[in-house]
C-alpha cells in the first residue's frame, strides 16, 4: 500500500524506558508529572528502515515477504532493542494507564500520524502499488480504534491466544539473545588478539543472559491485557465497527495479505491476494 507506519506501543514504551532510565513511576501526581514533562519534551520518532536480513525472525509463513525493520528513536537515540527488554515489558501497562501519560502520547501519536502521512514508507527497491489515498497511514496500538482515531476507515483488532502470543514474543527475545551473545564473542576474540597470555583472565566468557520463559511470558501478557481492560482511562475495548481477525493459527503472510485486501476494499480497489 506504500502506506507510513507508526507503532504506537512504542510511544509508551519510550515513556517507560524514560521512568526507568530517571527511577521514577506514576505511583504518584508527583511522579506522574514529571514523567509526563519528560516524554511530552522528548522527540520520538518511529522509521521504517529495509530488512538486510530477509524474514522475520520466529515468523511463520513462506517467506515471500520482506519485513522492514521499525527503528524508534528517542531524542536521537536508537532504543529499538532497548524498549523490548523484560524490565520494559513489566512496567509498561502501568505507565500506559495513567491518564495524564496517554493523554501526552495522545498528542505525539497524532502528530506522529500526521507526519507519516506525508511521507510514506515504502520499502526501497520492492515492487509496491502506489497509493490510492495519498497520504494513507497505518497506526497499531490498544485504543487506536476508538480513543487515538475513532473515524478510522478501517480497523483491525487483531486477537490470538495468549500462548501464541507468548511463543512469538520468546523468539523475538531469544533471537535477540543470540545477537548479543554473537557481538560478545567477536568482542572476546578481538581482545584476546590484542591482549598477553597473562591477561586472558580478563576474556572469560560472562555469564549468560537469561530471558523468561514461555510460560512466564503469557502470564505477563495476560496480566497485561488485564490492565488495559481494565484501566480507567482509554481501556482496551473491540470497535463496534472493527474487523476482529484471530491469527493464532495463521501464517505471517495470510495476515499481511488479508488486510492489505480489506485495505483495497475500503479505498475501492480490487481485491488482490484472494488466491494466494
Same mark, same amino acid.
Given at each position: ?31 506522574s508529572q514529571k514523567l ?55 512496567l509498561v501497562a502501568k ?58 476507515? +478501517? /480497523? ?5 491466544? *495468549?500462548? #501464541? @502470543? ?5 523468539? !523475538? %527475545?531469544?533471537?535477540? +539473545? /543470540? ?5 560478545? *564473542?567477536? #568482542? @572476546? ?5 590484542? !591482549? %598477553? ?77 484472494d488466491d494466494i
Open positions: 500500500l506504500g502506506f507510513g507506519y507508526i507503532d504506537s506501543g512504542s510511544i509508551y514504551r519510550c515513556a517507560t524506558l524514560l521512568a526507568l532510565r530517571q527511577g521514577i513511576g506514576a505511583e504518584t501526581d508527583e511522579h509526563v514533562n519528560l516524554i511530552s519534551n522528548a522527540a520520538v520518532d518511529i522509521r521504517i528502515k529495509p530488512n538486510t536480513r530477509g524474514s522475520m525472525p520466529g515468523v511463520t509463513g513462506t517467506g515471500r515477504l520482506v519485513v522492514p525493520d521499525v527503528q524508534v528513536l528517542l531524542d536521537g537515540e536508537d532504543v529499538s532493542k532497548e524498549i523490548r527488554t523484560p524490565e520494559v515489558n513489566r505507565v500506559a494507564s495513567d491518564g495524564g501519560i496517554r493523554a501526552a502520547v495522545l498528542g505525539i501519536q497524532r502528530a506522529l500520524a500526521a507526519a507519516a502521512e506525508t511521507k510514506p514508507a515504502s520499502t526501497p527497491g520492492a515492487a509496491t502499488d502506489k497509493p490510492a489515498i495519498p497520504g494513507g497511514v497505518v497506526m497499531d496500538g490498544r485504543d487506536i480504534g476508538t480513543t487515538v482515531f475513532p473515524s478510522a476507515e +478501517l /480497523k483491525i483488532y487483531l486477537d490470538a491466544s *495468549a500462548m #501464541a @502470543r507468548a511463543i512469538r514474543r520468546w523468539d !523475538e %527475545l531469544n533471537s535477540q +539473545l /543470540k545477537e548479543k551473545e554473537a557481538d560478545a *564473542a567477536a #568482542a @572476546r576474540r578481538q581482545t584476546a588478539s590484542n !591482549e %598477553l597470555a597473562q591477561d586472558s583472565a580478563n576474556t572469560a566468557t560472562p555469564e549468560p543472559v537469561g530471558y523468561p520463559s514461555v510460560e512466564d511470558i503469557a502470564r505477563e501478557l495476560e496480566q497485561r491485557d488485564y490492565a488495559d481492560i481494565n484501566r480507567q482511562h482509554s481501556p482496551l475495548r473491540i470497535a463496534p465497527d472493527a474487523v476482529v481477525i484471530d491469527n493464532t493459527n495463521l501464517t505471517f503472510e495470510q495476515q499481511v495479505f488479508s488486510i492489505t485486501d480489506l485495505a483495497r476494499e475500503r479505498m475501492g480497489l480490487e481485491r488482490k491476494y
